[in-house]
């Protein structure tokens, strides 16, 4: 099938890219339907073996097929370029390229954009633009605004500027604004590629950091129906953090781990999944997973699989009872007994597309092509196409035994599916990766939660949650220490085989790899520093530079040197010492001790002594704004474990669950009463938790429970309903108590 449909090429190519990855030691991974290909599993291109996971070659390709399917790879989000580096060079840099897009004019950006032209004062469009609301996945138009918001309405029928502004902004909405280039798309072609396509030469500053000169002109869908091959790079940071991981562990516990020893069996991993502790666990994430993770108690791979497959919107409804017949609580039925065999991997209901297939092809005769055909024709519910197979299974099946009323009952349950069906393929493959993260966390959990910590350095958001996460699970994380730090996050050990994460230095805002390499460079040189005066003497601090010195004492990386506020009202002399012992070493004038040291051997560089203390709030927003934590201790801290009992979300997660009712917890950070229009006191609060800061709205009957109590610093729990519908996620709160229980 592979070669009588032209595929053999494109198979070697995936190959070819997957062997050189291999080689490099470069962590990769193919998803979706081609897990069921047991050729591209011989390869070594997909590693879930379809026979085991019950896979089918013909979901993924088959002659029946209008289009050619695709092979996502996945490979470790820093070190993707090195593949497109390699098909450039083997495949020609005139026939690899990657693949246009067109970004459109969204209703916010046209009516923006609109009102720039116009020479409208800036807050008028501000205030038109955030009238439109912004619903994540879902986008309202200009048109749809002046059906439905009633603000936006009244805007538009009463002021002639706004209204024209408004009218012009509506005629441009959805026209395509600049271009950019696919996040994973590369087309590799038999010839020069200016013999089938038009080409645009990359701009901007994506132009240096890509190493694919060369953009198609036409967008995916006019590339696919000229049948050019394409080939999707995807960056996976997960990859990156489990290849990470594995290095730590081979390097302190001689084990070589890879992506196809890693156990899916190990039963700490399923019991770290059922206390739902799945923080940087792949794909299980986030409130939701870790109840439902919570209720389920997974005990094998499947379990995982099949949640990774029933976590969306409209298969999450059978979770519930899924849950309950795994555990005996729920009867498992079956329309007839020959389903049973099939369904009774997800308990009597069909949770995968591959099961629908299998069960046309056993109970009424169906090939695997034509099963592909059904699946197709149930998930898209074409309705001529559903009509026929309905009558061809239910022959198949009276054929086989079965009563045509049964028969008819199975195909009425299969149009239902609709809403169920997903790629086990696909499932399978992600559910694999979700029990191998869970294994390195569960059983290497510090090297892990280091290589966690170092992919998500640059994100303060993410780097909140994971260092909240380690400190849960009894792992120290030490602040950015220049005697102690590195590069990046490493994992610490202690003289009594204890061990903990330290802080890297690069995850420090301000502070560039040029500075670290150089404070690296003087430690490894002649060791540890003994004081800020070695510091001084032997790094040079300008290649280091002020702004990076002030965020290095500010978060205390030199604390054991001297007091935070000396050390920063006397940058400018630290700075200055240093340049000149360096200037003078340069032109050979003087030695380093000589210059920094009088005959009796004391220190000469004179640090600010008048200069106030700082409060632990300010050191506490200091390292907040700049390594995105609390370094120092914080009241959270220390009732963590209650906290995880009561919240069922972050902060963080609140822009992505609006109509949720959802319990936080944290600490009072702002209170701003206000008076309704009817007299009342309400209430804007801002509470901060471990990875950030939630909006509350506290209306009039539960702010006259809590006005007498609540106060900046205090901690509390907090319920309520998440609104989004502003644009900006706000908590309408229903409860606020000082009891975490």
Not at 69 to 91: A, V
Not at 118 to 133: C, G, T
Not at 441 to 453: D, G
Not at 604 to 631: H, N, P, T
Request: charged share 25%; proline share 3%; net charge negative.
């Amino acid at each position: 099938v592979i070669s009588d449909m032209n595929f053999d090429a494109y198979f070697l190519i995936v190959w070819d890219l997957c062997k050189f990855a291999s080689e490099r030691g470069i962590w990769y991974n193919a998803r979706g339907s081609a897990a069921g290909s047991i050729v591209a599993y011989a390869l070594g291109i997909t590693l879930v073996c379809p026979l085991k996971h019950g896979l089918i070659f013909e979901r993924f390709l088959n002659p029946g097929r209008a289009s050619m399917p695709d092979i996502d790879l996945d490979f470790q989000d820093d070190r993707r370029y090195e593949l497109l580096e390699y098909t450039s060079q083997k495949y020609g840099q005139d026939r690899v390229a990657q693949i246009i897009t067109f970004g459109t004019l969204k209703a916010r950006a046209a009516i923006r954009d609109v009102g720039r032209v116009m020479d409208i004062p800036l807050n008028d469009v501000d205030r038109v633009a955030k009238m439109v609301p912004n619903v994540p996945g879902n986008p309202v138009s200009i048109g749809d605004a002046l059906n439905d918001v009633p603000d936006f309405i009244s805007v538009h029928k009463t002021d002639k500027k706004l209204q024209k502004m408004i009218d012009l902004a509506h005629s441009l909405e959805g026209v395509h604004r600049n271009a950019g280039t696919h996040a994973a798309g590369v087309v590799i072609a038999d010839k020069p590629l200016v013999e089938y396509i038009p080409l645009h030469r990359t701009t901007g500053s994506g132009a240096q950091q890509s190493v694919i000169s060369s953009t198609t002109q036409f967008e995916m869908e006019v590339l696919d129906r000229l049948g050019l091959l394409k080939v999707d790079f995807l960056g996976l940071r997960t990859l990156t953090v489990m290849a990470r991981a594995c290095e730590l562990i081979k390097d302190r516990h001689g084990v070589d781990l890879n992506l196809r020893n890693i156990p899916v069996d190990d039963s700490n991993s399923f019991e770290l999944l059922g206390r739902g502790d799945v923080a940087g666990v792949f794909q299980v994430e986030g409130a939701g997973m870790r109840r439902f993770l919570r209720s389920m108690k997974p005990t094998r791979l499947e379990h995982v699989i099949a949640m990774v497959a029933l976590y969306r919107p409209g298969p999450m409804d059978f979770i519930p009872h899924y849950i309950r017949r795994m555990h005996g609580e729920e009867k498992v039925t079956y329309l007839h007994p020959a389903l049973e065999p099939i369904f009774s991997e997800t308990y009597g209901r069909p949770v995968y597309q591959e099961q629908l297939m299998f069960a046309a092809m056993d109970l009424a005769g169906y090939t695997a092509e034509e099963a592909d055909d059904l699946r197709k024709a149930v998930g898209k519910k074409i309705r001529d196409k559903l009509m026929k197979h309905r009558g061809k299974f239910v022959q198949g099946a009276v054929n086989n035994g079965i009563s045509e009323r049964i028969a008819n009952a199975i195909f009425d349950d299969w149009e239902e599916f609709a809403r169920y069906g997903f790629n086990k393929a696909h499932a399978a493959d992600y559910g694999v990766i979700a029990v191998q993260t869970a294994f390195l966390k569960a059983n290497y959990p510090s090297e892990y939660m280091t290589a966690m910590l170092t992919a998500e350095r640059d994100d303060t958001d993410k780097l909140a949650v994971y260092v909240a996460d380690a400190r849960r699970m009894g792992i120290d994380v030490l602040p950015p220490d220049v005697n102690n730090s590195e590069l990046d996050f490493h994992v610490q050990e202690y003289n009594n085989g204890e061990n903990a994460v330290r802080f890297g230095l690069c995850a420090v805002k301000n502070v560039g790899e040029g500075a670290v390499m150089e404070i690296l460079r003087a430690r490894s040189e002649h060791g540890s520093f003994n004081d800020i005066d070695d510091f001084c003497a032997r790094v040079d601090l300008r290649k280091v530079g002020k702004r990076a010195l002030d965020s290095l004492v500010k978060v205390g990386a030199l604390d054991k040197f001297e007091d935070r506020h000396k050390l920063l009202g006397s940058i400018e002399q630290l700075v200055g010492a240093s340049t000149a012992i360096h200037k003078a070493k340069e032109v050979g004038q003087i030695n380093m001790f000589d210059m920094l040291h009088d005959d009796n051997g004391t220190a000469k560089i004179d640090l600010v002594a008048d200069v106030d203390d700082f409060s632990q709030k300010q050191l506490r927003k200091w390292e907040k704004d700049l390594v995105g934590v609390y370094i120092s201790d914080h009241p959270l801290l220390s009732n963590m474990d209650q906290i995880e009992e009561v919240i069922t979300a972050y902060s963080v997660d609140l822009s992505d669950m609006d109509g949720k009712v959802v319990t936080l917890a944290g600490t009072i950070a702002n209170i701003r009463v206000h008076i309704t229009k009817k007299g009342h006191a309400m209430a804007f609060v801002s509470l901060e938790d471990l990875h950030g800061f939630a909006d509350l709205v506290v209306f009039p009957d539960v702010w006259t429970q809590v006005e007498d109590w609540l106060e900046i610093d205090t901690l509390v729990a907090v319920s309520g309903r998440v609104d989004t519908k502003r644009g900006e996620a706000n908590l309408l709160v229903n409860n606020i108590d000082r009891e975490l229980t």
